[in-house]
């Protein structure tokens, strides 16, 4: 399940925030960290993971760094001055921390 989070997770980065009119320096920022989510995902240790290389212990610890760094982006010029990209930024912020306490860390490790 934590997998298709990751792979919508990634999708919302990606696409939303052009729907937004955000900057384009703002979009591709949000495009460089969907990217990176999405290759987290493709490569860790979870039923939908195409290659299992990254233990989810360590996928949860680069969960917890990427959240602290998208609630950080809040103070973003790009995103600050534009409420409806505020929004969207703190909606995923509370989404992925949602995610992050909801998953089952132990039980997706023996996949």
Same mark, same amino acid.
């Given at each position: 399940?934590? +997998?298709?989070?990751?792979?919508?997770?990634? @999708?919302?980065?990606? !696409? %939303?925030?052009?729907?937004?009119?955000? #900057?384009?320096?703002? *979009?591709?920022?949000?495009? +460089?960290?969907?990217?990176?989510?999405?290759?987290?995902? @493709?490569? =860790?240790?979870?039923?939908?993971?195409?290659?299992?290389?990254?233990?989810?212990? @360590?996928? #949860?610890?680069?969960? %917890? %760094? &990427?959240? =602290?760094?998208?609630?950080?982006?809040?103070?973003?010029?790009?995103?600050?001055? &534009?409420?409806? @990209?505020?929004?969207? &930024?703190? +909606?995923?912020? *509370?989404?992925?921390? !949602?995610?992050?306490?909801?998953?089952?860390?132990?039980?997706?490790? =023996? %996949?």
């Amino acid at each position: 399940m934590h +997998g298709m989070v990751d792979y919508t997770f990634a @999708a919302a980065l990606f !696409t %939303v925030p052009r729907m937004l009119g955000c #900057k384009p320096k703002t *979009v591709w920022l949000y495009r +460089g960290i969907a990217v990176e989510v999405f290759l987290y995902g @493709a490569l =860790s240790k979870h039923p939908l993971a195409p290659v299992r290389l990254i233990p989810m212990n @360590a996928h #949860k610890l680069i969960d %917890v %760094v &990427n959240l =602290s760094g998208l609630t950080l982006l809040s103070g973003y010029k790009g995103i600050r001055k &534009n409420s409806k @990209a505020v929004a969207f &930024n703190l +909606g995923m912020v *509370v989404m992925g921390i !949602t995610t992050v306490l909801l998953t089952q860390w132990r039980k997706q490790d =023996s %996949v």
